[in-house]
């Protein structure tokens, strides 16, 4: 079992940077796909990436491709997501999942959760 926890949300605004991190508990973390989630007001749970076990693939939602970069650091049990060149369109909170096997876009997929951090881009 995988206990969850974000940090690193605040308010920023439109160009900035946020790194937002995710430490997780327990021995096995590195044998688990981490992924990123956001959920606007209003929207459904969108994916924003994910990195497989080992840190050599990762994956990202069109929108976020180019700003957005998953990293992982096993040796702290730590999942990052740094966000540059931030948009008010990316104000959400975030969540990061996990999950073991295949990386998946698909949040029911997932079988841990953090309670998210909040993100708010002003304009």
């Known amino acids: 079992q995988v206990q969850l926890v974000e940090s690193g949300g605040g308010l920023v605004q439109a160009g900035d940077s946020l790194r937002l991190s995710c430490a997780g508990s327990g021995r096995t973390f590195s044998t688990y796909i981490m992924a990123w989630f956001r959920q606007a007001p209003g929207q459904e749970r969108e994916f924003v990436g994910a990195?497989?076990?080992?840190?050599?693939?990762?994956y990202y939602v069109d929108s976020v491709k180019g700003r957005f970069t998953i990293s992982r650091d096993d040796a702290k049990n730590t999942v990052y997501l740094q966000m540059n060149r931030l948009k008010p369109e990316d104000t959400a909170v975030y969540y990061c999942?996990?999950?073991?096997?295949?990386?998946?876009?698909?949040?029911?997929?997932?079988?841990?959760w953090g309670q998210g951090t909040q993100v708010t881009v002003s304009s």
């Open positions: 999942a996990a999950k073991r096997w295949d990386i998946s876009r698909n949040d029911f997929d997932y079988d841990y």
């Open positions: 990195i497989n076990w080992s840190g050599g693939r990762t």
